[in-house]
């Protein structure tokens, strides 16, 4: 299987200011037939399902505001918040989709400071 | 619109096993993976497995192989997750979601406690 593995565990992060995840892979996410990343971005918040952000380890799903960005290749992707929110506040996972087995990274906790 | 509607909380004993339904409207069943996703209180999403309801094919993570069973009924559009000799870790929230790129559909979530 392939492993994430997401850093930091958590962060804390002034209103305003800007919040970066980054998730590194075991084994490279790039199909180069297609030139996509697969790699995908969640926000969970308590008590709800995991709400999908951005997919092809760049593009934001339908109605993400454009403060979530992505980026990275190969086997290195970021999520970038930028100006949070405070309703930005919350567990944030990435997960590859490259075979048919999925994993998610462990998870990363932002707070407001 | 596309909904995935989960059966309800389920309390088990260890040993025993349980089956968790989640039934798909609002798009062509068939045409789409259904994977299960679950997650431990304060945990992490741990992704499980997942099944093609049209070939029937399926795939499990090592870690549930052995144990994980899902399957489908094309006719009435809801598949179906088995899992047996359950221990206390087993105790979490299972989800279905919709395949695709990435999961963008989620079930609300199905409570199962192992408890003796």
């Known amino acids: 299987d392939i492993v994430m593995t997401q850093s930091p565990d958590s962060l804390a992060v002034s209103l305003g200011e800007r919040a970066t995840i980054n998730c590194k892979s075991s084994?490279?996410?790039?199909?180069?037939?297609?030139?996509?990343?697969?790699l995908a971005w969640y926000q969970q918040k308590p008590g709800q399902p995991p709400k999908l952000l951005i997919y092809w380890a760049s593009t934001r799903e339908s109605g993400v505001p454009d403060r979530f960005s992505g980026s990275g290749s190969g086997t290195d992707f970021t999520l970038t918040i930028s100006r949070l929110q405070a309703e930005d506040a919350a567990v944030y996972y990435c997960?590859?989709?490259?075979?048919?087995?999925?994993?998610f990274g462990q998870g990363t906790q932002v707070e407001i400071k | 619109q596309v909904q995935l509607v989960q059966s309800g909380a389920e309390v088990k004993k260890p040993g025993a096993s349980v089956k968790v339904s989640c039934k798909a409207s609002?798009?062509?069943?068939?045409?789409?993976?259904i994977n299960w996703v679950r997650q431990a209180t304060g945990q992490g999403l741990e992704w499980m497995g997942w099944m093609n309801p049209s070939s029937g094919n399926t795939g499990y993570i090592q870690k549930f192989q052995g144990r994980l069973t899902i399957t489908s009924d094309t006719s009435i559009s809801t598949a179906y997750m088995e899992l047996s000799s359950l221990t206390s870790d087993d105790t979490a929230v299972y989800y279905c979601?919709?395949?695709?790129?990435?999961?963008?559909?989620w079930g609300q979530g199905t409570l199962v406690t192992v408890s003796s």
């Open positions: 997960q590859q989709y490259y075979g048919t087995l999925r994993t």
């Open positions: 979601t919709r395949g695709g790129f990435g999961e963008l559909y």
């Open positions: 609002g798009y062509s069943f068939s045409n789409y993976d």
């Open positions: 084994q490279t996410l790039f199909y180069r037939p297609t030139n996509k990343n697969f």
